[in-house]
C-alpha cells in the first residue's frame, strides 16, 4: 500500500477497516478535510465562528442535521476518517477509529479546509515538506492569538508549521496563498515566541519536526482551531477528527486554485 | 449635496433624516452593503444558505441577536438605510425610512457585499456604469437559476445588470473578479434569456437601463437574492433593505480586494 498511489475512496476504505495513521501524502491532489460535528442547537455559534475566523475555519461543506456524508465527501463521516475525538462538555473524553454509535440525529458536521491539500504544489513547486519525508504526523500549536469569538465559541488560533529553507520561503507564500479555503498563506514566519509557542519541539498536536540549518519555520493557520474552541468553549458534545487523520475528500486540490 | 463627496456618516446622517434614494456613486471608495435581518431561530439556516450561495450572499457581517450595529458599519442599521423592506411571512408587507420600531431583539442582521462596491474601481478603469450616468436605480432580475438550498431557505438567484460596450466586458470582468467579497466577476454575459430573463425593460427590482449598440448586458450576481429566498421560503419575519438603498458601510474598497 503506497499512500501516494491511493484513491481517495480507497484510502477511505483502508480507514474503515482500521487502518490508524496520519494522512499526509495520502491520495495526493485530492483535498483533505478537518471534521468538526456539533449538535444543531451549537450550529448557529459555530458557523458564525467560522465565518469570522476564515484562516483558521475555511468552511468547504456543511451536512444536514444527521447526515453521514456530504457533496465533498463519499464515504460515511463516522468510520472513514483514521481516527476521532470525542468532547463531551469541552473534555477531551475518547479517541476512537469509529463513531457509528456515538453519532446523533441531531449532529451538524462541518468540513473545514486543511493545509495538507496544498502540499502536493508545494512539492511540486519543489519546496520540501519535512514530515512527509519524515512519514511523520505534522506538528501543531496553540498559539496566543485569540480568535475573534461568536455566541458561546472563542479559542485560541491553532497552527501547523513546516520548516522551510530560507530561499524558498517565497515560494511556500506564493504557492499556499493560492489556496485561501485551505488555510492560504502562512500567518506567521520565523520566531515562534511571537504566536506566545515557547518550545517548538513539544507540539500541542501531532509530531515534533526538526528546523534544520538554513532553515526557518513557518506557520499556518490550522483546522484544529475549531477543537481547541470546544475545548475553550465546553459544548455539551462534539466529535472531531484526530489531529493529523483527517477526511480525504473526493474534490481535486485544484478546484480550491484561486488565480 | 454631491453624492461623490460625502463620507460614509455623513451619508447615513442624511437618510436617517428622510432622504430616500438609491446609494450608487455615494460615498465613493466605501463598500456598501446588503442588509438581511431575520429572528435568531433561522440565523443558522440563513448563514448556511449564504455560505452555499457564497456568489449573491457573500457574508460581510453578522451581528449577535438584537444589535443595531455592526464592525463594518458604525451606524444604526435601523435607521441610517435610505428605504427598508419589510416581509411576514414571506410576503413584502411595508416599505419604510425607519424601521426602530420594528427591530426586535431576537433579529440577526447580515450585511452582504453589494456590487456598487465595485463601480468605483470600474469608473477608476473607464468602464462606464450607465445607471450612475442617469441617475437612477441599478437594474435588478429573478433569474431561472435555483440557489443551493439550506435548511427552510430556497429561492432563484437575483442579478443585477450593467450595459458594457464590446470592447470593454473584459476590463470589467479583470476588474469586479478581483472583489469577491462583493460578488466579483459576472454569472453571465450576453443574451438574457440564458438566464430566464424575457425582458431586459421589466426588472424586478430598480430601473431599466438601455442596452446601447455596440453594448453586451453583463449580469452579476446580486444581494437581492436572500429577499428572493424569503419570499420563496417565507420565514417568520424579515427585514432587507430596499433594493439598490443600501447600507454605506465605514469599510474601503480596496479593503475587499483580492490580488
Redesign the interface.
Known amino acids: 500500500m503506497n499512500p501516494s498511489e491511493l484513491t481517495p475512496e480507497r484510502a477511505r476504505a483502508l480507514f474503515r477497516a482500521g487502518l490508524e495513521t496520519p494522512t499526509s501524502g495520502f491520495a495526493p491532489g485530492y483535498a483533505q478535510a478537518n471534521l468538526i460535528a456539533l449538535p444543531?442547537e451549537a450550529?448557529?455559534d459555530f458557523?458564525?465562528f467560522a465565518?469570522?475566523n476564515p484562516k483558521p475555519c475555511p468552511?468547504l461543506d456543511?451536512t444536514?442535521p444527521g447526515e453521514v456524508s456530504a457533496s465533498v465527501f463519499g464515504g460515511d463521516l463516522r468510520t472513514d476518517l483514521p481516527a476521532y475525538r470525542v468532547y463531551r462538555h469541552g473534555e477531551l473524553t475518547e479517541e476512537r477509529t469509529d463513531v457509528t454509535d456515538l453519532w446523533r440525529d441531531d449532529l451538524v458536521a462541518f468540513l473545514i479546509g486543511c493545509s495538507f491539500t496544498f502540499e502536493t504544489p508545494l512539492l511540486e513547486a519543489g519546496v520540501p515538506v519535512r514530515h512527509i519525508e519524515a512519514g511523520t504526523n505534522v506538528a501543531m500549536y496553540r498559539t496566543n492569538r485569540e480568535c475573534r469569538p461568536a455566541?458561546r465559541f472563542r479559542g485560541p488560533l491553532v497552527v501547523s508549521m513546516r520548516p522551510i529553507p530560507a530561499d524558498r520561503v517565497a515560494d511556500a507564500v506564493r504557492v499556499t496563498s493560492r489556496y485561501p479555503a485551505v488555510h492560504g498563506a502562512p500567518v506567521h514566519v520565523g520566531d515562534p515566541a511571537g504566536l506566545g509557542i515557547a518550545d517548538l519541539s513539544r507540539p500541542d498536536y501531532g509530531d515534533p519536526v526538526e528546523v534544520g540549518e538554513g532553515e526557518i519555520p513557518v506557520f499556518w493557520a490550522c483546522g484544529v482551531t475549531p477543537q481547541a474552541a470546544v475545548t475553550a468553549s465546553a459544548p455539551e458534545f462534539a466529535i472531531g477528527h484526530a489531529p493529523g487523520h483527517m477526511a480525504v475528500t473526493d474534490v481535486r486540490d485544484s478546484f480550491y486554485q484561486?488565480p
Open positions: 444543531r450550529a448557529f458557523l458564525l465565518q469570522r468552511i456543511v444536514e455566541g484561486v
